[in-house]
């Protein structure tokens, strides 16, 4: 499926942020905040989220930790390979993005032996079908092994060319983070900091808690995400759909939270606790139903995750916010500011 976004901006010289902001002076939860209300911009800090949000609001987290994803590798016709490495499936299976040392995705094919550490990894076919992009494949691991322990041993977090050089693991956390399980950090929680969520709950906003499990994004290709794992617990549907009885917000923090809801979320915008693979795609074609407000990063130009954000807020305030923030300097990807839509 392709989703297209209507937003169209060109991301300025400079607009790229380079290293966590601890690393350019600033606390976690320094970054700049964007809040765009409906004809209304607000230029504020992050750590002045609790004087936005209402008594009674509500946010959802993502507690999905970040796993070293990357892989050094070598292809068995001896050329090396960098290899970011998605998700264990049920059965054992791997998805993989074979990529080049210093780039996109390089040409692979099935049966294809790759060999990272330990291990022979033989590519099976395409993911999530044998219709999809050549660029994540179905890997089979030999002899099996524990994903996550895997990769704390041998692997190193993702990274792509806007980054001024590699980080520790540590800092493509976010600080509640608790599930081993995503290839790529759910950024848009970073700012969240401990002293900030005891304010956010001190002033009346309840945060819940779900997991859903990032796989590779597609940074050159801009598709939409593929199928990813996720836990909505039942305390947490609950608190929701208590918080639509009061007329109170449901903000996500971030789009994977966004996903993991709508999946569960009824036409009426109930929710129910769910658990499982969604592949559940939001745009145009399929708004949100339960989700009321949203706290992401900012997103590069034709971006799936833009579709997203329309989803939610519609075309107009997205659109609003992002000339907003290439009007105001802001910082894009993982690392850089956010943005807070309240449609």
Known sequence: MIVASSIRFVLPPGAEAHDPPEHRGLARDGVRLLVAHPGAIEHRRFDQLDDVLDPGDMLVVNTSATLPAALD??????????????????????????????????????????????????????????????????????????????????????????LAG?????????????????????????????????????????????????GVS???????????PYVVPAATARLVNSAHTAGSRVVAVGTTVVRALETVAAPGGSVSPGHGWTDLVLGAHRPARTVTGLISGLHEPE??????????????????AYAAAVDGRYLWHEFGDSTLLLP
């Open 73 to 162: 590798v070598r292809h068995h016709d001896g050329r090396t390979m960098t290899l970011h490495v998605a998700h264990a499936l049920d059965d054992g299976d791997w998805v993989v993005e074979p990529r080049r040392p210093d780039g996109p995705e390089t040409d692979v094919a099935a049966g294809d032996r790759l060999g990272p550490p330990g291990l022979v990894l033989t590519l099976v076919a395409p993911y999530p079908d044998e219709h999809a992009p050549r660029r994540l494949w179905r890997a089979r691991p030999w002899p099996p092994v524990g994903l996550a322990g895997y990769l704390a041993t041998h692997g190193r977090p993702i990274a792509y060319g806007h």
């Open 166 to 214: 590699r980080f520790p693991l540590a800092d493509h956390q976010t600080v509640y983070a608790t599930e081993p399980g995503s290839a790529e950090m759910p950024s848009a929680g970073r700012p969240l900091s401990e002293r900030l969520l005891v304010r956010l709950m001190a002033r009346g906003v309840t945060v819940a808690p779900l997991v859903l499990h990032a």
């Open 218 to 228: 597609s940074p050159e290709k801009h598709e939409p995400p593929t199928p990813e």
């Open 303 to 320: 971006a799936s995750h833009l579709a997203l954000l329309e989803a939610v807020a519609g075309p107009a305030l997205v659109g609003e």
